[in-house]
């Protein structure tokens, strides 16, 4: 499957933005979806997953009650809406395919194919 990010931008600190990932190649639903960040100088991070059946959900901490993942399976889309953007949440965010099963009760890791990243910055 390929993978492609997008919605990315410049949002002032309170405001909302969209991310969504496309697939091609293969229906994403035959794969566990997540959502990792790189901020400058800092290793990337899982922020945000969804299991196969997109019923299970896990966060990191420090979104949780902020960011949603969806997942639509007539668009083959995965998304992230990310409401009260602080300035911390700046990065590159890219979502990433695993084709194993996932419980949905800790973060992601070993994931299979990754998107290009898309950039995400909020001012202060």
């Known amino acids: 499957v390929q993978l492609q990010a997008y919605g990315g931008g410049l949002v002032q600190a309170g405001g909302s933005l969209r991310l969504s990932c496309a697939g091609t190649?293969?229906?994403?639903?035959?794969?566990?979806m997540s959502w990792f960040r790189q901020a400058p100088g800092k290793e990337r991070e899982f922020v945000a997953g969804?299991?196969?059946?997109?019923?299970?959900?896990y966060y990191t901490d420090s979104v949780k009650g902020r960011f949603t993942i969806s997942g639509d399976n007539a668009k083959n889309t995965v998304s992230l809406q990310m409401n009260n953007l602080k300035p911390e949440d700046t990065a590159v965010y890219y979502c990433?395919?695993?084709?194993?099963?996932?419980?949905?009760?800790?973060?992601?890791?070993?994931?299979?194919?990754w998107g290009k990243g898309t950039q995400v910055t909020v001012s202060s």
């Open positions: 190649g293969r229906t994403l639903s035959a794969y566990t």
């Open positions: 990433a395919a695993r084709y194993a099963a996932w419980s949905g009760t800790y973060p992601l890791n070993n994931m299979d194919y």
């Open positions: 969804i299991n196969k059946s997109r019923v299970r959900k």
